[in-house]
């Protein structure tokens, strides 16, 4: 495999089992009585092991904890490159939201209309 498809690869796997530990976090943090997360935990739990599993084998490396570590740490740095593009693309909607002319709202007319009249 190229070194550019490794390291795709390697951004995908780790993005996803840090997707996969966000949606953990947040199942075990928003548990109540009549949540049941054993199977969103579950199979989330198995996308971080496979995604672990997978990114050891393309390193080459044993599949245990640093492993676990490494595929993570790739997954955050990975999520750190597209942030500008995030922020660009927000500074556009920005922008274009501050632009846009509202429309006239008929409620404020007619509400300023029934002020002016008393």
Known sequence: MSPEMESIASAFLGSAALTSLLIILATIGTLNPYHRPAIPI???TAVIF?????HSIFNGVSFDLVALRTNLIDGALSMFDLIYIAFSVLT???IQASLKRRPDDPLIALSDAESGSE
């Not at 496979?50 to 997978?54: E, N």
């Open 50 to 54: 496979a995604s672990t599993y997978l």
């Open 42 to 44: 579950a199979v989330t």
């Open 92 to 94: 556009v909607l920005i």
